[in-house]
C-alpha cells in the first residue's frame, strides 16, 4: 500500500477507534469529555508511532494553569504542513435533548475561536459515535473503501462554517463536516483546502517562523509554557506523518 493510502487508513482506523471507545463508555454509564478524549486521541497515536513511524510530541498546561478551551495542532504530512487552531465537541448521548450542547451559541465560542487562531486556521473536531440523539445522520457508504459507519468518529469543520451554520443541531453541521481523513486525498496530495474550504495560500501561511520554532522547543518546558500562555491555549500537539509507513 502507498504511504499516502495508508496515511487516510490510519486516520480512518482512529476515527473509528473514538467512536467505539465513546460506546464502551456509554455501555459503562460513562460520559468521555472533549480533553479526555483529545488526550486518549493524542496518546494513542504517540504509542504507534513505532510501528508506523509516526511521530507525536504533546504539552499541555497544569491543570490549576489552564484558562483556555483550544489546542494548537501542527501536522506534518509528506504532502503539507498545517497549523490549526482545534476545539474539540462531542456528540451528546440521546436523552440530553441535544446534539452537540458543548457548542455554545450565545457564547460567541466560534468567534472567540476565530479570532484567536491567528495565523493558524481555525476548526471544530467533533467527536461521534451511535448513541447520539440523532447518530442515525451519520450514515454508512458513499465512499469505497470506507462503507463503516465509524469513519465519523472523527469529523472536522472550519470555525468560520459553523459560525455561519448558527447550530449545535448535527441536522444542520452534518451538512459541513467532513470525517477527517479528507484531510488527506486519496492520491496522497493535502486535503485541507477542500475539507476546510480555504485556499493553499492560507495554509502555507499557517506555518510562519515561530511556529516552526515550537516544533524545535516542544519539551523546553519554560518556552511552551510561556507560549500557552501568549496563545491562550490549553496545549500544543505536533503531529509528524512526514516518515509514516503505514
Known amino acids: 500500500m502507498f504511504p499516502s493510502l495508508a496515511l487516510r487508513d490510519y486516520l480512518r482506523q482512529r476515527a473509528a477507534w473514538v467512536w467505539n ?9 460513562l460520559s468521555l469529555q472533549e ?3 483529545t488526550e486518549m486521541l493524542l496518546l494513542r497515536m504517540a504509542r504507534d508511532h513505532t510501528k508506523h513511524g509516526l511521530s507525536v510530541t504533546m504539552f499541555s498546561k497544569p ?9 494548537e495542532w501542527i ?3 509528506p504532502s503539507c504542513q498545517i497549523g490549526l487552531r482545534v476545539q474539540a465537541k462531542r456528540l451528546y448521548y440521546h436523552g440530553i435533548g441535544q446534539d452537540y450542547g458543548g457548542l455554545d451559541l450565545n457564547s460567541l465560542q466560534a468567534d472567540k475561536l476565530i479570532t484567536r487562531a491567528g495565523s493558524c486556521i481555525p476548526v471544530y473536531v467533533f467527536y461521534n459515535h451511535d448513541h447520539g440523539m440523532n447518530s442515525a445522520l451519520l450514515d454508512a457508504g458513499g465512499e469505497y473503501p470506507y ?14 462554517a459553523v459560525k455561519a451554520a448558527k447550530s449545535n443541531n448535527l441536522r444542520v453541521l452534518r451538512n459541513i463536516m467532513k470525517p477527517w481523513h479528507h484531510l488527506v486525498t486519496a492520491r496522497g496530495a493535502c486535503g485541507a483546502p477542500s475539507a476546510l474550504a480555504v485556499s493553499g495560500a492560507v495554509i502555507q501561511g499557517t506555518m510562519p517562523q515561530f511556529r516552526r520554532q ?25 503531529i509528524d506523518f512526514s516518515d509514516f509507513r503505514g
Open 21 to 29: 471507545e465513546q460506546a464502551h463508555a456509554f455501555d459503562h454509564g
Open 147 to 160: 462503507r463503516g459507519r465509524s469513519f465519523w468518529g472523527c469529523a472536522v469543520a472550519s470555525a468560520q
Open 214 to 238: 515550537v516544533i524545535e522547543r516542544i519539551r523546553d518546558r519554560d518556552f511552551m509554557l510561556r507560549y500557552l500562555l501568549e496563545h491562550e491555549l490549553i496545549g500544543v500537539a505536533v
Open 63 to 71: 491543570a490549576e494553569a489552564v484558562n483556555g478551551a483550544d489546542w
Open 35 to 37: 480533553e479526555t478524549l
Open 75 to 77: 501536522v506534518s504530512t
